[in-house]
């Protein structure tokens, strides 16, 4: 009897503990991430490849997973203007930041890498021509897509080196507009367009390897900014971040993607 009395007595205090346990087991999701460990960035569609590597390498070091939306840095600087509430900002400019920065709407901007525009072809064949500029003269081009030239960076490097050439009036009718750089080279890895103006950096992903591009000398380099956001809750985060893109990781996979860097992004 007094052996049955006590394993009832431990059994009676083990009962109630089990069912706490499984309560709050199944009030709690596993695994969720806490609402204070992630960051919601506003990123360049051109810098999307790198970004996820980049993004990846920083949760799991630190934990700190964040939630990005691509496009256009035109697009993104209208919607900072208008209250969106991201984190930082990745810009494919030193413009766009620089005039959130004499808005009191982000902090001091820094360059954190620099890229070039080019023109990329998922058939081979167009690649022939002695460059660029005789390859868009061909009779047999019908379609050429170009990212936004008001909202999207290399859109207006590459009219303005269209433009340099003589070539932007010639090939006006045949121009497919895009709203930004990663909808440009979707129209162009489908065949939906002869060739396309894109980032150095789509030429490097796998799709990318399987067609062929031109080098634009003649467009600007694409000197890429990023702030981060007077109306972020998440600042110290933030930051941190800000300093990953910027660490030898961050530069391993930016120089994969074909990216420079300059002295103002060390």
Same mark, same amino acid.
């Given at each position: ?32 991430? $806490? ?17 996820? +590597?980049?993004? =990846?390498?920083? #949760?799991? +070091?630190? &934990? ?63 690649? *022939? ?17 170009? $990212? ?6 290399? &859109?207006?490097?590459?009219? @303005? ?10 090939? =006006? $009718? ?13 129209? =162009?890895?489908?065949? =939906?367009?002869? &060739? ?18 031109? *080098?634009?000398? #003649?467009?600007? $380099? ?20 800000? +300093?990953?893109?910027?660490?030898? /990781? /961050?530069?391993?996979? @930016? ?5 420079? #860097?300059?002295? @103002?992004?060390?």
């Amino acid at each position: 009897m007094l052996i049955c009395r006590s394993l009832f007595r431990k059994t009676d205090r083990i009962i109630p503990l089990f069912f706490v346990f499984l309560f709050f087991s199944l009030a709690t999701p596993p695994f969720a991430a $806490p609402a204070d460990r992630k960051l919601t960035a506003a990123v360049v569609a051109g810098f999307m490849s790198p970004f996820q +590597e980049i993004a =990846a390498a920083f #949760e799991k +070091e630190t &934990g700190i997973s964040i939630d990005v939306s691509f496009t256009s840095a035109g697009r993104i600087y209208a919607q900072i203007e208008n209250g969106a509430p991201y984190d930082i900002f990745l810009s494919a400019d030193v413009e766009r930041p620089a005039l959130l920065y004499g808005k009191s709407l982000c902090e001091k901007p820094f360059v954190y890498a620099e890229g070039e525009v080019i023109l990329w072809s998922a058939d081979r064949r167009f690649c *022939t021509s002695a460059g660029w500029q005789e390859a868009l003269q061909r009779k047999e081009i019908q379609k050429i897509a170009i $990212p936004n030239p008001q909202t999207a960076v290399h &859109g207006t490097h590459a009219k @303005k080196a269209l433009e340099e050439a003589g070539l932007w009036k010639d090939l =006006a $009718p045949k121009l497919v507009v895009a709203q930004d750089i990663a909808q440009v080279f979707q129209y =162009a890895a489908i065949g =939906a367009v002869d &060739g396309a103006f894109c980032s150095s950096s789509h030429a490097r992903t796998p799709p990318g390897q399987k067609g062929c591009f031109y *080098t634009m000398n #003649e467009a600007a $380099p694409v000197v890429y900014s990023a702030c981060v956001l007077s109306n972020s809750s998440r600042k110290d985060e933030a930051r941190r971040f800000a +300093e990953f893109l910027r660490s030898p /990781a /961050a530069l391993q996979v @930016k120089n994969k993607y074909g990216y420079r #860097e300059t002295p @103002k992004s060390k």
